[in-house]
């Protein structure tokens, strides 16, 4: 993706668009799969963690990524749709966590069955995770 186009894909979210900004999008971007922390750190090995830290909460906080807590034990990030608002239950959608190579894709078009919780659960978002092998790696 070019700098121009990243800059407005961040300004459509109101995040101010900065070097490591979009830096950071530009490689979500280019990944098939959802990243960790730790993945921006070994890929961008000039930034600094805080940094790469705070870039990942605002784009959480604006809508620009969603959080998946999935069975690798740490949380990964995947890019939002352009229209999606990050609201539950609405996006709430499958994600598949690799055992093999322990990447986790986001599968933003298949959704989640609807439940019904007792009432005096409320809800604020949803995470649903389906474990096994992708098509990459060898059975």
């Not at 121009?4 to 490689?27: C, G, K, S």
């Not at 963690?49 to 909460?57: A, E, G, M, P």
């Not at 949380?75 to 093999?100: I, M, R």
């Amino acid at each position: 993706m070019t700098t121009t186009t990243a800059e407005q894909r961040l300004r459509t979210r109101d995040i101010q668009p900065t070097a490591m900004r979009i830096r950071v999008l530009n490689f979500m971007i280019e990944n098939k799969s959802a990243v960790s922390l730790t993945d921006l750190e070994e890929h961008l090995s000039r930034a600094d963690r805080t940094t790469l830290y705070r870039t990942l909460k605002t784009f959480l906080e604006h809508g620009m990524v969603h959080q998946i807590n999935d069975a690798s034990g740490t949380a990964k990030y995947a890019l939002c749709s352009e229209n999606c608002t990050c609201s539950y239950p609405d996006d709430v959608h499958l994600h598949f966590y690799c055992n093999s190579c322990e990447q986790t894709y986001c599968f933003p078009h298949l959704g989640i069955p609807k439940y019904d919780l007792p009432e005096s659960f409320i809800p604020s978002h949803g995470n649903f995770v389906v474990t096994g092998q992708c098509p990459s790696c060898p059975s």
